[in-house]
T-cell receptor, first 113, second 114 residues
Framework: DAGITQSPRHKVTETGTPVTLRCHQT?????MYWYRQDPGHGLRLIHYSYGVKDTDKGEVSDGYSVSRSKTEDFLLTLESATSSQTSVYFC????????????FGSGTQLSVL | KQEVTQIPAALSVPEGENLVLNCSFTDSAIYNLQWFRQDPGKGLTSLLL?????REQTSGRLNASLDKSSGRSTLYIAASQPGDSATYLCAVDPSSSNTGKLIFGQGTTLQVKP
């Protein structure tokens, strides 16, 4: 998976609890993304980062925050998880210059009960 | 708002058949279009990327075409094999420059029967 590790791979949590998902890359790519995948909606962009401490919102950012303190790590936080945030979360990376393709991690299956 | 549609949602073919997967998008102002493959429980693997100025890209048995003016792309798979069974997604970068902020279709799930 192009040097991308997502953790945890599976998580079950309760409504109202905070949850943090981690994406770690070893490719030194500048750009990192968080997408969620849901039946009937496909993949949708939550947040993205174009460098350390530089992040911006995507299409479905409500209820999520992100942080990027190092090039290799991009964290996605659900401040107070809701059942509508049950989904599969994918991290992706790219350098957008030498290779414009996006490379995806294996995903985190999150269930909010 | 850019929307990406893939039809059909599912397709089953016998091994050896040539097949075409379709992708359409509502706004022709795209930077590029990518085709991805997703196996069950796995992440996405980029197969082909077509720049907005290009008409097609080829990789092995795969050929992707792009008709930006009509908002359509096709992925042609030659001599299909059971190992090609997966979900295929297309995605466009709707920006004026390369951002990686992709808009995805919902995918076509392909089953190739031995």
């Amino acid at each position: 998976d192009a040097g991308i590790t997502q953790s945890p791979r599976h998580k079950v949590t309760e409504t109202g609890t905070p949850v943090t998902l981690r994406c770690h890359q070893t490719e030194n790519h500048r750009y990192m993304y968080w997408y969620r995948q849901d039946p009937g909606h496909g993949l949708r962009l939550i947040h993205y980062s174009y460098g350390v401490k530089d992040t911006d919102k995507g299409e479905v950012s409500d209820g999520y925050s992100v942080s990027r303190s190092k090039t290799e790590d991009f964290l996605l936080t659900l401040e107070s998880a809701t059942s509508s945030q049950t989904s599969v979360y994918f991290c992706a990376i790219s350098d957008l210059k030498t290779n414009e393709k996006l490379f995806f991690g294996s995903g985190t299956q999150l269930s909010v009960l | 708002k850019q929307e990406v549609t893939q039809i059909p949602a599912a397709l089953s073919v016998p091994e050896g058949e040539n097949l075409v997967l379709n992708c359409s998008f509502t706004d022709s102002a795209i930077y590029n279009l990518q085709w991805f493959r997703q196996d069950p429980g796995k992440g996405l693997t980029s197969l082909l990327l077509i720049q907005s100025s290009q008409r097609e890209q080829t990789s092995g048995r795969l050929n992707a075409s792009l008709d930006k003016s009509s908002g359509r792309s096709t992925l042609y798979i030659a001599a299909s094999q059971p190992g090609d069974s997966a979900t295929y997604l297309c995605a466009v970068d709707p920006s004026s420059s390369n951002t990686g902020k992709l808009i995805f279709g919902q995918g076509t799930t392909l089953q190739v029967k031995p």
